[in-house]
């Protein structure tokens, strides 16, 4: 017999776990069974309660979902740098193999398409043909998980993915080791993620401080002129950082942070203000 | 056709527009307390300004499948009684929460609607009315799994996008395969396209059988 | 009009580039119109001269197929290691990720193959399944361009195959450059072929010489006890550079080479001499 | 039947094989001259063990397709007159080369079978016998393409291997297939299965039609 949510709940228990673990095979007159059970004492307890342990059960379980998304973000995000990096990789060396055989011959992904779409006519060129295909279904994996974290990285960390674009998002979240992390993570931090070497050599004394890790791919640092670049890329770790905060603290869209990002890059753009005085 | 009690067509800006008395959700205009509905956003509000009778009464006890970020859950429990609100993403239940703040017969359930043995211990049974907007493969399927909360005289009212079911085939020959599916546990009531209000959309008033 | 092999041909040319190049819609009576031609006096005489020029044409096509498959070969082997490599990465991410949603989930090509199997549940599921499926694929794209490489070495080099085994002998080729370099490189080189950075640092003085390079996955020399390996390394590399010039000079099958160098490996084995002493 | 001149019963070692006159190749025994035959060796040999007539004379022309290192083809030069010997592979034309080293009337092309332009300003026409011996799939479209080479009242003598044709299907279907694809150009003359010599292997003998 399937019992309801509340079956053996204490007065001062929520019930949220209940809520979130149990299962029925059947629903049943559960306001009637809870009076039945002792459990409350009128209908409209019954619902009162049920509204605070359905509310709490889906605050708790959306709160874990939305923090195993970052995790598989960040193995999402290194995948799709795996199968990029390699579908490249098995590109040229198709390219060198197929050049040995026809001078005719071509050279990255777009060339293993068209080799792939030939018939082999010796025991070389099926391998070789093979080998194209193998490329080709990397470069569509890198793909389809570029696609996957764009989905997931708006779900886990939607004013992040807004202001960062959702690949260096997710490339974020990656060097932070989550949303969690970077939430916690200074702003200086934050700008040169991605730049671990460079920091280090600066640290020992060998190198200049890097003025941004990975977030340079980001088109306000990298469209920033060089000597407001330094600026330009605070700027932006600063507003990064604000929205992972609110990612992982509030969790609502906040589109004023891009339009606050926007006004704050106009001014260090057409401003006087450049890296040494910032 | 009448508009059950709680819907009302009501004076927004000088237009006459669908309405529900309760807390404002997405930035829709109030007035006097009543909220405008917008048919654009909810399917169960262009069935109304289509015609359609979805079955919707005053403090129905009713299911809602695929709430998504409560938008037409919202009016749905300003309407109704107990409103059980199912939706299987995460990231809308943050919105469907903050509009079961202020409406204490809203009840969120972070759910998968293709598997009802994991909210039938919460769900009660003999409700009145089961709506069903899920943007999934197989909507008829869900619905039949979900019959098991309706009492023999309730309401389906259901939401098919052709697109969901199969993005290759014509619209017509899929909804004509989804009511084929469906007429086994229910009998159709009234179907109707709902365009201009959703494209590809096809509304179903049905009953248990 | 179609031609014959030897239309317009010098008394003193072969002709063996005719027979290799040429073409013809169809067959004629070609005795007779070459005597006709004024090409020979006779059919015994035009016998004679095909007899010279296909012999001739047989053998400079037989050795440039075989030089072109042992190119063949390299970009075989190098193909080879690339696919292994990644399908060995590609499953190392596969269980890193698939450990973050499953505590019972394994590791390797094998877990792999276990998780394609299986239906994917959720969009992660899927990317999951999928990455799994490019492991497999690149597993089995190696084991392909193995046997390719076993057969294509055993053609184009026999005796360095039969001696190195097919992989080693496809890896020194890689290695050296080909069959032609192989043939014309010393013993001593082909000892440390693919040691080249234990080589160097050697040359600058900062290591000892290096006893042996890729050779040493051979049974003859990992099998070898220490303090006679680089023995055992010498005398392999001495029977492998051998092999390789008879493939590149003569092409036969030589079955006593193998016997040589068991006997050699025995008394190695056996006998006082070890590596200070030799 | 009656052998051609040139091949004969000859005593080996107390035991009477077939045999011709010619330079030892592949170590077989040689008595007064006359080199065995090894029947397992050479379908050709075994299509004569199995009493079959091949259709090779002394001092014929022959094409001979798929020659591979020679072993059979040897034997036929020592018969033939003008013996073409066409091989594809690189490997095999080494011990091909050796053997037409000591036989004049042995040309060796390093040619695929399936392209007779390739070698049809070499190898002449009015042919009295065209030998094929390829494991290629497509046997029956090669033998048509080199009809070409043959006379009016020359002889095909094929063997056809049932797996390079189609390992998945059962010889007999594969043969028999094979068979009407050749009848296009061909007349059959006799066609018998090689066991216990060669397994899986039908050999046919032919002429144009």
Same mark, same amino acid.
């Given at each position: 017999m399937s019992e309801g949510w509340f079956a053996g709940l204490a007065t001062d228990q929520v019930g949220a776990e209940r809520v979130r673990e149990g299962s029925a095979d059947a629903p049943d007159a559960w306001p009637d069974r809870a009076i039945e059970a002792g459990v409350v004492t009128s209908e409209e307890a019954y619902y009162d309660r049920l509204h605070e342990a359905t509310t709490a059960a889906a605050r708790t379980a959306m709160e874990e979902r939305e923090r195993a998304d970052d995790q598989q973000v960040i193995h999402a995000v290194r995948a799709m740098d795996d199968a990029g990096r390699m579908a490249n990789e098995l590109a040229e060396r198709v390219a060198e193999w197929a050049g040995s055989r026809d001078a005719a011959s071509g050279t990255g992904i777009d060339y293993c398409r068209e080799l792939a779409a030939t018939d082999p006519a010796e025991p070389a060129d099926e391998r070789l043909v093979s080998l194209a295909e193998r490329a080709i279904e990397l470069d569509d994996e890198r793909d389809a998980l570029e696609r996957y974290v764009e989905r997931v990285v708006r779900d886990a960390a939607p004013n992040l993915a807004a202001l960062a674009g959702p690949t260096l998002a997710a490339r974020l979240l990656a060097l932070a080791g989550g949303l969690d992390s970077m939430a916690?993570?200074?702003?200086?931090?934050?700008?040169?993620?991605?730049?671990?070497?460079?920091?280090?050599?600066?640290?020992?004394?060998?190198?200049?401080?890097?003025?941004?890790?990975?977030?340079?791919?980001?088109?306000?640092?990298?469209?920033?002129?060089?000597?407001?670049?330094?600026?330009?890329?605070?700027?932006?770790?600063?507003?990064?950082?604000?929205?992972?905060?609110? %990612?992982?603290?509030?969790? %609502?869209?906040?589109?004023?942070?891009?339009? %606050?990002? %926007?006004?704050?890059?106009r001014r260090i753009r057409t401003g006087g203000e450049d890296d040494g005085a910032a | 056709m009448a508009l059950p009690d709680g819907v009302q067509y009501r004076t927004f800006d000088g237009e006459e527009r669908l309405a529900t008395r309760g807390e404002a959700v997405y930035g829709e205009p109030v007035v006097d307390g009543w909220r405008a509905?917008?048919?654009?956003?909810?399917k169960l509000g262009a069935m109304y300004e289509l015609g359609m009778e979805p079955g919707l009464d005053a403090g129905d006890r009713v299911l809602y499948l695929g709430a998504a970020n409560g938008t037409t859950a919202s009016h749905v429990a300003d309407v109704a009684g107990p409103t059980y609100a199912v939706e299987f993403a995460a990231r809308p239940m943050r919105d469907l929460l903050s509009v079961a703040e202020t409406r204490g017969n809203l009840f969120p359930l972070l759910k998968d609607a293709r598997n009802p043995e994991t909210y039938a211990h919460v769900v009660e049974n003999g409700l009145d009315l089961l709506v069903q907007d899920v943007a999934t493969r197989g909507q008829a399927r869900v619905a039949r799994a979900n019959q098991r909360f309706l009492h023999d005289d309730g309401r389906l009212c259901l939401a098919i996008k052709a697109r969901s079911e199969d993005a290759t085939r014509e619209p017509d020959d899929v909804f004509a395969d989804a009511l084929d599916d469906l007429r086994e546990g229910y009998e159709i009531l009234d179907s109707r396209r709902l365009d201009p209000f959703h494209a590809d959309h096809l509304a179903v008033v049905a009953t248990p059988r």
């Open positions: 916690k993570t200074s702003s200086s931090t934050v700008q040169v993620l991605g730049a671990e070497e460079a920091l280090f050599a600066h640290l020992r004394g060998q190198a200049p401080s890097p003025k941004h890790g990975v977030i340079y791919v980001h088109e306000y640092v990298r469209g920033t002129r060089p000597e407001k670049r330094g600026s330009a890329a605070r700027a932006l770790a600063g507003k990064l950082t604000i929205a992972a905060r609110i %990612d992982h603290y509030a969790g %609502d869209r906040r589109p004023s942070l891009e339009a %606050d990002l %926007d006004e704050r890059m | 509905w917008d048919a654009h956003r909810s």
